[in-house]
């Protein structure tokens, strides 16, 4: 039992750059406090000691706004990041090595007695606010995007995002070399949103920018074509995308943009 807390708290260390020394992760982590008080809750839950494994539980989420269901299956290497509103019900079970974010739920979608709850693989991460509910296998390294509702059994090694949660298939590398070539050409940056976790939004505009692509490279095609025909050569560079917003009441802004139209 020992070694297993030991692992949970030398874990932080490897998923938390802001943790300095142990005694700063054992006095001010809420998560660590709370799988310390689940490991308690729910050896005490095995002995059948179930009111006091109940009792340390509502103790433990008083203290730190994190619920675990006493008699919830955790492996080793458990880490929750921040915390607050994290749930995890009766019948969960956890894998090795899972990262579980602030808002999380770990539920269920029936009242009748039986495994009610997800379980999760080994090195499984759940993004802030997602909720993973119903007794569903969430597959190793399997990535729950912030915010995602999690109906359907997840894959290995697969990517959910979005309400209610699907699949993101991977993109290839020559296809992120030709948008990221494209964006910043026009100037498009999706920053706060990395490329594993697409989001509905960003995955709209870069199909845009494929299309903008395949008729960038038409047109520069059609211009040398012309040229070599004895035609004009057409300068290709695109101008430079103005940061300004438009007041429609301030007539020296639009008198300018008219001019420069």
């Not at 606010?129 to 999690?150: C, Q």
């Not at 999706?190 to 960003?202: N, W």
């Amino acid at each position: 039992m020992f070694k297993r807390l030991r692992s949970d708290i030398n874990c932080v260390f490897d998923r938390d750059p802001a943790a300095r020394n142990t005694f700063e992760v054992l006095t001010t982590y809420p998560g660590v406090h709370a799988i310390l008080w689940y490991r308690l809750a729910h050896r005490l839950w095995l002995w059948r000691l179930k009111w006091l494994a109940r009792f340390i539980s509502g103790f433990a989420r008083w203290f730190t706004g994190i619920e675990i269901h006493p008699a919830a299956k955790i492996g080793e290497r458990f880490f929750i990041d921040h915390g607050m509103g994290v749930v995890i019900g009766e019948t969960a079970e956890i894998g090795n090595d899972c990262t579980l974010y602030h808002g999380v739920t770990l539920g269920g979608t029936s009242w009748r007695a039986g495994k009610r709850h997800p379980t999760l693989g080994n090195g499984v991460v759940v993004g802030a606010g997602a909720k993973v509910l119903g007794p569903i296998e969430i597959g190793d390294n399997a990535r729950i995007g912030s915010n995602a509702v999690v109906l359907k059994p997840v894959p290995q090694g697969q990517t959910v995002v979005g309400i209610p949660g699907r699949v993101v298939n991977p993109k290839s590398d020559d296809k992120m070399q030709r948008r990221a070539k494209i964006a910043e050409k026009i100037g498009f940056d999706a920053y706060g949103v990395s490329q594993d976790m697409t989001d509905p939004v960003e995955k709209a505009i870069y199909s845009l920018l494929d299309h903008i692509q395949v008729q960038d490279e038409k047109l520069e095609k059609m211009a040398d074509s012309l040229a070599k025909l004895g035609g004009d050569s057409i300068d290709m560079k695109l101008p430079e995308l103005d940061d300004v917003v438009l007041d429609p009441g301030d007539p020296e802004q639009v008198s300018h943009l008219k001019k420069k139209s």
